[in-house]
T-cell receptor, first 114, second 117 residues
Framework: DQQVKQNSPSLSVQEGRISILNCDYT??????FLWYKKYPAEGPTFLIS?????DKNEDGRFTVFLNKSAKHLSLHIVPSQPGDSAVYFC?????????????FGEGTQLTVNP | GAVVSQHPSRVICKSGTSVKIECRSL??????MFWYRQFPKQSLMLMAT?????????EQGVEKDKFLINHASLTLSTLTVTSAHPEDSSFYIC?????????????FGQGTRLTVV
């Protein structure tokens, strides 16, 4: 049962344009959502997060939007840069009482073309 | 941000032998660490949650006798793959829950590529 899904395995955008990465979830008990960037043969690097009580969080070029009613979140990167090319994972955390485990989506390979 | 170091980054072992992977939190104390496994082009699958001073909690379908986890100190957790087989070949990643004040973003090690021949 895949509780966190990233339906697009890949996304290609031009440098300078906006990249929008999407993520859907099914478990309403998730209370915190995170986005990670991962290069091959490396561990994920934390990018940005959002609490379930918010609908938007912005950090520089990265903005995460959360739509709780739709159980959907998205990561916007603008402007996109070639160095942003990587696999992006969204992750969701169950409540504290569940040990703060993370459930990951399958990842989306982002390619930013110069 | 907090740093998690994982060692080794790459290991090749013979079938039937055991391999130990270390995960260290370098500049903070981690009472909870997580071990993940990633197959090619797939998501990170949580294997177990490691709590300092107590037994690890394993996810359904993960053999605790095969994947031994020890979290003997606040800065070190180890995963030992016992009697490794080729199907155990994978990318193993640990993470540690970040220290207070640094948000709640689990910090990951660099990962270990295990190849069993």
């Amino acid at each position: 049962d895949q509780q966190v899904k990233q339906n697009s395995p890949s996304l290609s955008v031009q440098e300078g344009r906006i990249s929008i990465l999407n993520c859907d979830y099914t478990n309403s008990m998730f209370d915190y959502f995170l986005w990670y960037k991962k290069y091959p043969a490396e561990g994920p690097t934390f990018l940005i997060s959002i609490s379930s009580i918010k609908d938007k969080n912005e950090d520089g070029r990265f903005t995460v939007f959360l739509n709780k009613s739709a159980k959907h979140l998205s990561l916007h990167i603008v402007p996109s840069q070639p160095g942003d090319s990587a696999v992006y994972f969204c992750a969701a955390r169950l409540t504290e009482t569940s040990g703060s485990r993370l459930t990951f989506g399958e990842g989306t390979q982002l390619t930013v073309n110069p | 941000g907090a740093v998690v170091s994982q060692h080794p980054s790459r290991v090749i072992c013979k079938s039937g032998t055991s391999v130990k992977i270390e995960c260290r939190s370098l500049d903070f104390q981690a009472t909870t660490m997580f071990w993940y496994r990633q197959f090619p082009k797939q998501s990170l699958m949580l294997m177990a949650t490691s709590n300092e001073g107590s037994k690890a909690t394993y996810e359904q379908g993960v053999e605790k006798d095969k994947f031994l986890i020890n979290h003997a100190s606040l800065t070190l957790s180890t995963l030992t793959v016992t009697s490794a087989h080729p199907e155990d070949s994978s990318f193993y990643i640990c993470s540690a829950r970040g220290p207070p004040g640094q948000g709640w973003g689990a910090f990951f090690g660099q990962g270990t590529r295990l190849t069993v021949v």
